[in-house]
């Protein structure tokens, strides 16, 4: 039986105003909720402070700097911060709500991006650390976790969390190195310095990464990848994708330079170089990497984002307490006039970083902490508890919500995030997904068949099942509606029945005086064609005949012919058995939801002359008078749509 752990900050209010409705995410220092600001009637997140760290003065003081930092900037690619908050115990910011996902999401789904793609996921991620760079602050922790894609295509930098104003850098504790792993800058790895150019060295590998899926150091050990930042330079990209052109392993180079003063001074310069890399792309550049990118290799399939141990987590880690180390040289060679005593003293000094941070990372990754797998988001449900129960997880299923990410009946999302340290035998929450999101079901009435079912896949909906009724006003084979109705949402993932017109039914005619048929027929938009023969057991000017049949399905602009019998006139034709009166008056067809040619076509069969008013679409969609009613014969119709 599955089991949970409730969170006691879900369902109460903070500081009188913001009420906690869920929780979206849990990192090593804060845990992130959705919740309604209750004055303002306004959906926001809150990010609350661990509470034992809450006990942690400078921590706190560190924490309650975010939100200066982050509040001072005012960037569309920026997550805002709106305010910070203390409530007994919780010290919280409240922040901008961004419903989407991560870059890491969609590494996560499509592998690798083009060219083109990653760099125009680049552009918006360093305008907004430029930003931040223009106002003397430092990231310290750029990678795909931190790069939020809103529902509509926006990007938008998150966590500001580690930033600090550049000039207070020299306060920080002594001996701390913040980021992850696998983006440290090689100065982060050796003395703990982060300045702007760090925030551009991580940015390089992550376009690095957005290029090939992986990561450009990999190692058994962070420690193993942290050693790496330090003594190797970042391959260029096309090593391990072909087809990618020289300016992007130009850019990636310049921008992961292990000497700072080698890079580009901030994002905004890294911006310029990676705009005009973007600008001088082919159009096609992308569809071409990947046919070369096939052409090397037999799997079909892009390469999934690699993660080296540590590398997608936020790490604080000690550091050598010897204050800056000398930065090898880009080429990996010693430096000139380096004697044996110099390179002893980089021996001992990098001995020491070296074991210190093992313990760090050892510390972090004890056999008492295990992970939310990355790889869990689009698996099956039954595949999804498996592996956690297998990892000494418990699991719980949330109610099924919708998701554009994933297959119904797959995870969605969990509860820690994936990659998210969880404690042996803590519940993971699996939420299935019942189907992508639901959308408006578009108005296809009054469309042919063929047309309506086309702009239905066109907008993401399959046609479902097809039923037909009898309409006096949407032509045979057209569209009557849909179910659902247009204008109500469904998820995609559920057909959209159509009903569509049978026409109008035949009315019996037969017996009937042919010009009052006529004019009845004429009425329903019909071409009438009248073939005469007599018949001297039944009164003249009569219907015999007519096709098509009565109760078959007709419409407007359809011919119908009626077979009628020849009239006994006397004295040469001017007194006949079946004159009568007819009166100057007929009834005016209904022509509403026709094409205007049809409509015209059929007002002028029953004898009304044709006036058209605006015309803003291409159907009719009132007319005057009014169908049902009567008029002169040869009077004026208007019609508009």
């Not at 661990?50 to 960037?75: P, Q, T, W, Y």
């Not at 295509?153 to 002594?174: I, N, P, Y």
């Not at 090397?296 to 307490?321: I, K």
């Not at 509403?592 to 040619?597: L, P």
Request: proline share 8%.
């Amino acid at each position: 039986m599955d089991t949970t752990v409730a969170d006691p900050l879900v369902g109460q209010v903070l500081d009188g105003r913001y009420r906690i409705e869920s929780r979206v995410a849990r990192g090593g220092m804060a845990t992130v909720y959705v919740a309604r600001d209750m004055r303002l009637d306004r959906v926001v997140a809150i990010k609350v402070m661990h509470a034992n760290l809450a006990a942690d003065e400078e921590f706190v003081a560190r924490f309650i700097g975010e939100a200066k930092a982050a509040a001072a900037l005012s960037h569309p690619n920026v997550v805002a911060v709106f305010d910070q908050r203390t409530d007994g115990e919780h010290v919280f910011l409240v922040m901008e709500y961004v419903p989407g996902r991560t870059l890491r999401d969609l590494l996560t789904e499509r592998g690798r991006l083009g060219p083109r793609a990653a760099l125009e996921i680049m552009q918006p991620v360093l305008a907004a650390l430029g930003a931040a760079h223009r106002a003397g602050l430092v990231h310290r922790d750029v990678k795909p976790e931190n790069v939020l894609i809103t529902e509509d295509g926006q990007v938008k930098v998150a966590d500001f969390g580690l930033a600090r104003a550049e000039t207070a850098g020299k306060m920080t504790k002594t001996g701390m190195i913040i980021g992850t792993v696998g983006y440290l800058a090689p100065e982060q790895v050796l003395s703990g310095d982060a300045d702007v150019r760090t925030d551009v060295y991580a940015a390089g590998v992550m376009l690095y990464e957005l290029l090939t899926g992986e990561q450009p150091h990999q190692g058994d050990t962070p420690l193993a990848v942290a050693y790496k930042h330090v003594n190797e330079a970042v391959p260029p990209p096309s090593n391990a994708v072909p087809g990618l052109p020289r300016e992007l392993d130009a850019l990636v180079a310049r921008a992961t330079a292990r000497e700072p003063a080698q890079r580009p001074q901030d994002a905004g310069q890294f911006l310029a170089l990676a705009a005009e890399v973007h600008g001088g792309l082919p159009p096609d550049i992308d569809r071409r990497v990947e046919q070369a990118a096939y052409g090397r290799t037999a799997v079909l399939e892009s390469p999934m984002p690699h993660a080296a141990p540590g590398g997608g987590r936020t790490a604080v880690l000690p550091a050598a307490e010897t204050g800056p180390a000398p930065v090898p040289p880009h080429d990996g060679a010693p430096r000139r006039g380096m004697g044996a005593a110099g390179r002893y003293v980089l021996i001992a000094i990098g001995t020491v970083a070296a074991v210190v941070l093992a313990w760090s990372i050892w510390y972090q990754t004890s056999g008492q902490y295990d992970h939310v797998p990355d790889r869990i988001i689009g698996m099956r449900l039954a595949d999804a508890r498996q592996m956690l129960a297998d990892a000494g997880l418990q699991v719980r299923v949330a109610p099924a919500e919708y998701s554009d990410r994933v297959d119904k009946g797959e995870i969605a999302a969990t509860d820690p995030a994936p990659g998210a340290r969880v404690a042996k035998g803590e519940t993971v929450t699996l939420t299935p997904s019942k189907g992508r999101v639901p959308r408006e079901v578009p108005d296809v009435r009054g469309r042919p068949l063929e047309e309506a079912k086309r702009m239905l896949r066109d907008k993401g909906f399959q046609p479902g099942r097809e039923s037909s009724t009898p309409s006096q006003s949407v032509p045979k084979g057209s569209v009557v509606r849909t179910v659902p109705a247009a204008g109500q949402r469904q998820s995609p993932d559920e057909p959209v029945q159509l009903v569509v017109s049978s026409g109008m039914s035949m009315p019996n005619v037969v017996g009937q005086n042919a010009d009052e048929a006529a004019d009845r027929l004429r009425s329903m938009g019909l071409e009438v064609k009248i073939d005469r023969r007599r018949d001297d057991g039944r009164p003249g000017n009569t219907v015999l005949e007519q096709r098509p049949a009565p109760g078959t399905g007709v419409s407007a602009g359809d011919e119908v012919r009626l077979v009628v019998n020849r009239r006994k006139c006397l004295f040469g034709g001017f007194f006949c058995d079946d004159d009568r009166n007819r009166g100057d008056r007929l009834p005016v067809p209904p022509v509403i939801g026709q094409s205007f040619d049809d409509a015209k076509r059929a007002l002028r069969s029953s004898g009304f002359r044709v006036k058209i008013g605006s015309r803003l679409g291409d159907r009719v969609v009132g007319q005057n008078p009014l169908p049902g009613t009567t008029a002169e014969r040869g009077r004026e119709v208007t019609i508009w749509g």
